[in-house]
């Protein structure tokens, strides 16, 4: 009689325990989706974020791991966003993740970007961050789509959803998701476009929605050959995508009225991501707090001194990695590429992001760049710095 009672208590237990997810960390993924949806110019396409972010988080986290909040209308105010993500309750363990899409701009004489919510004021992304890493989940995760300098005037005009692309068993983390959310801690940080960029929604294929998130689902939502990204990985190919469903639809360029080109590309801006240390050539201040809507937003000021214009990391096998190029930019009309390593600066071995800093500071206006290859091959290129 004791044999089976003892018999029923450990089958019990491993019932129980097999009901559990198999991940240790991120138990419970609070993901809170805030879409401006009120400013009719943008509405559709905002609507079109909003339900492939939804798709894809239902997608790709198991039910009982996700706490989904989308706030309405009537909660887009700083208010409201600082509101829902105070009422969240969060463990150690778990992680914490904002998407915001709608209006922004780039405040210059702080040099921080806001949201310009239609009917509730603005904020300070820092400012909401900020609420954010006083929970102290695991992982905190602020992803915005909007303007880093004067609203658009795109729209979009339908909703289609993708096909769902289910990369997961029932009841776990899709691999990419559980790589990104699960097994990962620290603050991510980043935006659909660099300061004195706008953010577009695409107006010629308006299932898309806007460029940024399109991208950041298609990606998220592609086959096994990403599931091992870490999060700098996936932000190099998150920038790349933006940057091709941006000129998919705009081969020329955003063009206005005259022909004139307004913006030649879109560039996903990072303002902090576990394992990347590197910034551009200019970056945004801190002091997170409330403002009120700036009467005017000028670009970001021009930089001083020698200016490349990309961005780049560590390389585990020496050199730095180039991550990011402003087109407009001396890198991007020399013909650097992103991926290429860059080992030498005008005969300087460069070994990380120091050495790298320091060979722009120190040179002449004009640069020999020694690069390598993902074949091993290398080539040496001269550009003209910008000052």
Request: glycine share 8%; proline share 6%.
């Amino acid at each position: 009689m004791f044999q089976l009672f003892r018999q029923i208590i450990i089958l019990s237990f491993l019932l129980i325990a097999g009901s559990f997810p198999s991940t240790v960390w991120g138990q419970t993924i609070h993901a809170i989706l805030a879409a401006d949806r009120a400013d009719a110019k943008i509405g559709r396409g905002v609507a079109v974020d909003l339900e492939n972010m939804t798709h894809l988080l239902r997608s790709n986290i198991p039910p009982t791991n996700l706490h989904l909040v989308i706030l309405e209308v009537g909660s887009m105010t700083p208010e409201g966003l600082l509101e829902a993500v105070d009422s969240l309750t969060v463990h150690p363990d778990d992680a914490v993740l904002f998407y915001y899409s709608g209006h922004g701009a780039y405040d210059a004489a702080n040099r921080k970007q806001f949201f310009a919510l239609t009917k509730g004021g603005n904020i300070y992304r820092e400012t909401l961050l900020t609420k954010i890493e006083e929970k102290s989940p695991r992982l905190a995760v602020l992803l915005s789509d909007c303007c880093n300098n004067e609203v658009n005037d795109a729209s979009a005009r339908s909703v289609t959803l993708p096909e769902p692309r289910i990369l997961k068993t029932p009841g776990s983390f899709s691999p990419l998701f559980e790589n990104l959310l699960v097994f990962c801690k620290g603050t991510v940080d980043l935006t659909s476009s660099k300061p004195g960029q706008f953010s577009f929604v695409d107006g010629k294929n308006p299932s898309r929605g806007s460029f940024f998130t399109w991208a950041l689902a298609e990606l998220l939502n592609r086959d096994r050959t990403n599931e091992d990204l870490d999060w700098v990985q996936f932000v190099e190919k998150l920038g790349v995508e933006s940057q091709k469903a941006f000129h998919e639809s705009y081969p020329k360029g955003i063009l206005d009225r005259s022909g004139q080109p307004v913006q030649m590309g879109q560039t996903v801006y990072i303002h902090k991501v576990p394992g990347m240390s590197a910034t551009l050539d200019s970056a945004t201040a801190s002091t997170p707090h409330l403002v009120s809507a700036p009467t005017r937003i000028e670009p970001a000021p021009a930089p001083t001194g020698p200016r490349l214009g990309l961005r780049a990391i560590t390389h585990d096998g020496g050199g730095v990695r180039i991550t990011e190029i402003a087109s407009d930019a001396p890198a991007g009309k020399a013909g650097f590429f992103v991926g290429e390593i860059i080992t030498e600066i005008n005969g300087k071995a460069i070994r990380n992001e120091t050495d790298y800093s320091d060979a722009i500071d120190q040179s002449q206006k004009i640069m020999e760049v020694k690069l390598k290859r993902a074949d091993h091959s290398t080539r040496t290129l001269t550009v003209e710095l910008g000052w």
